[in-house]
């Protein structure tokens, strides 16, 4: 249902996807497939006043969203994709979203919220302020001073 709002050349931009833009309507579809498996009880609510841009095309929404990972989540360019297995930990942050309409359709979206803190939410990535984290600086300046990392 939610392929239907965008137009056939629909793109997407969003920080975990690392500089990758989900294209098209059957990629778009196929990416809310897969973050409902993983996230099933996945929620978003509006937090502050929908802003119309001075073009009238362009609609920004703030958000917060919350669920839980409890499902598989794929990752990764189209024919590249790896599966991260669930963690099982609750997820809640916030973002804003930026809508461009095109035939009363959404023509691209952007996302902008800390992928960071998701990641460290879902347990993908240590703890910013666990022990990995604080010890990291320490180990990257004894690697780039050794001859055989610099090359």
Known sequence: M???????????????????????????RQVMVETFIAFPDCAFVATGPFCLGMDGETLV???????????PLAWGPPGQRKSFAPTHRRFDFEGCDFYRFRDGKVASLRSLYDPLQVAEQLAMI??????????????????????????
């Open 126 to 151: 240590p703890n910013r302020q666990g022990v990995v984290m604080r010890i990291a600086p320490y180990v990257q300046g004894v690697a780039a001073s050794l001859p055989l990392i610099r090359g």
């Open 2 to 28: 939610l392929a239907s709002w965008v137009t056939e050349d629909f793109v997407q931009d969003d920080p975990l996807n690392l500089g990758r833009f989900v294209q098209g309507r059957e990629a778009f």
């Open 61 to 71: 929404v703030p958000w917060r969203t919350f669920g839980n990972f409890s499902g």
